[in-house]
């Protein structure tokens, strides 16, 4: 097989798992939107319907589905999402029943800035692509999101979740997976928050071999790829003069070499097999990460690997992560499924686990990063908008 052909095969499986898997009942008040995980049938999640917004226009520009198939299923997606989909200030709640779009109450039912902020990333990559109408009800989906809310002025920082019961809690208190909040929290023309709540999160150096970059406290891999799957970084320094993208490479490449270091001497681990980032495990959802770690934090690196680690970073480490994939895809056929590579494997449980399903945000990074990867899409169109271009005026980021 050719060295890249796995990434075609696997974008096209993670592309069926967005649009196989979306309510497609164009009388459903859930149209369109998209499970968080296939295992089950019943909840949605705003970021699943985010990076499957994103997906569409991939497919079409793969041939996988015609544009007129895409457009009404991305019209009819923001629709439910504007006047469907139960939201406080513009916020979209975590979990949704895929049916009728209201909150899944069974658990994590408050609305959430991160999930929000990547369903409205994969709006604009839409709203850019199609233009007209669609652009018009993003634009309206965009708008409502009051970011005030979602300010605690007293630390200068985000709240990470919302309800009217118990107001604001959490705190984006450190570097992670939020960049695009700050970009289009400050840019918004109606509910805009100060620029200086840029300058709110903890900027933690660690080093891990020969690495030195920002890191977070469990050393997870998507919070140095989520952003950059929308904001192409390549370019760009902060307000700082901090190269995030060159700071996501180090993050990726000291992932790799924690694994092959290898310290608990775990037998999934090696120089292909890396990626540590959250995923389903043996004992469900965890998530594992590589060093530095925040002191008194120990993640829980057990043996489990998803591919979507390895294959979020291919436009950070190209050679290292299509190595990676090429492994999985040749020497663990366990582990591919109908939507591509399942979420993850773990050699060092008896007997062996594969996981029997896919996650949606997982599919979603993976996908994404490998179109960047390949094309620079969906870069090249959320750079595109208005919003996007005024927020970084205002934070000041600069191109090299």
Request: glycine share 10%; net charge negative.
């Given at each position: 097989m050719a060295k890249t052909k796995v990434l075609d095969l696997e974008a096209k499986g993670c592309f069926d798992f967005f649009w196989n898997e979306a309510n497609s009942d164009s009388n459903s008040p859930g149209y369109g939107l998209i499970l968080d995980q296939s295992g089950n049938k019943k909840v949605a999640s705003s970021a699943s319907v985010g990076f499957g917004l994103a997906a569409i226009v991939i497919g079409i520009e793969r041939n996988w589905i015609t544009y007129d198939?895409?457009?009404?299923?991305?019209?009819?997606?923001?629709?439910?999402?504007?006047?469907?989909?139960?939201?406080?200030?513009?916020?979209?709640?975590?979990?949704?029943?895929?049916?009728?779009?209201?909150?899944?109450?069974?658990?994590?039912?408050?609305?959430?800035?991160?999930?929000?902020?990547?369903?409205?990333?994969?709006?604009?990559?839409?709203?850019?692509?199609?233009?007209g109408e669609i652009k018009e009800l993003v634009d309206q989906l965009y708008t409502r999101m009051d970011w005030t809310v979602?300010?605690?002025?007293?630390?200068?920082?985000?709240?990470?979740?919302?309800?009217?019961?118990?107001?604001?809690?959490?705190?984006?208190?450190?570097?992670?997976?939020?960049?695009?909040?700050?970009?289009?929290?400050?840019?918004?023309?109606?509910?805009?928050?100060?620029?200086?709540?840029?300058?709110?999160?903890?900027?933690?150096?660690?080093?891990?071999?020969p690495y030195e970059f920002i890191?977070?406290?469990?050393?997870?891999?998507?919070?140095?790829?989520?952003?950059?799957?929308?904001?192409?970084?390549?370019?760009?320094?902060?307000?700082?003069?901090?190269?995030?993208?060159?700071?996501?490479v180090k993050a990726s490449l000291a992932n790799r070499q924690y694994c092959i270091d290898n310290p608990n001497g775990l037998k999934t681990y090696h120089e292909n097999s890396w990626g540590l980032t959250?995923?389903?495990?043996?004992?469900?959802?965890?998530?594992?990460?590589?060093?530095?770690?925040?002191?008194?934090v120990t993640p829980p690196n057990e043996g489990t690997v998803p591919?979507?680690?390895?294959?979020?970073?291919?436009?950070?480490?190209?050679?290292?992560?299509?190595?990676?994939?090429?492994?999985?895809?040749?020497n663990h056929p366990q582990l591919w499924g109908e939507y591509g590579f399942q979420d993850a494997y773990n050699l060092d449980v008896e007997p062996e686990w594969y996981a029997n399903h896919v996650i949606g945000i997982d599919k979603g990074i993976t996908l994404l990063m490998i179109e960047n990867y390949q094309s620079g899409l969906i870069w090249d169109l959320y750079m595109k908008n208005k919003y996007v271009k005024k927020g970084i005026e205002l934070l000041n980021w600069k191109e090299k």
């Open positions: 198939e895409g457009y009404v299923r991305a019209k009819g997606t923001l629709e439910t999402c504007l006047n469907n989909v139960e939201h406080d200030s513009g916020f979209l709640y975590h979990f949704l029943n895929i049916q009728t779009a209201k909150k899944n109450e069974t658990f994590y039912d408050c609305a959430s800035i991160i999930d929000t902020t990547l369903f409205i990333n994969g709006a604009i990559v839409a709203a850019e692509y199609f233009g979602y300010y605690d002025k007293d630390v200068n920082q985000y709240y990470m979740g919302y309800t009217k019961e118990r107001g604001g809690f959490g705190h984006w208190d450190t570097y992670a997976e939020q960049m695009t909040q700050y970009v289009l929290g400050v840019a918004s023309p109606t509910h805009p928050v100060p620029v200086k709540i840029y300058e709110g999160f903890e900027r933690k150096v660690g080093s891990y071999g890191n977070s406290p469990g050393g997870a891999l998507f919070v140095h790829q989520f952003s950059h799957a929308f904001i192409d970084f390549r370019n760009l320094l902060d307000s700082d003069g901090i190269d995030w993208f060159a700071n996501s959250a995923c389903a495990s043996p004992n469900g959802y965890i998530v594992p990460g590589g060093p530095p770690f925040y002191p008194n591919p979507a680690g390895a294959a979020g970073s291919i436009v950070f480490t190209p050679e290292e992560s299509i190595a990676a994939l090429n492994y999985f895809y040749e």
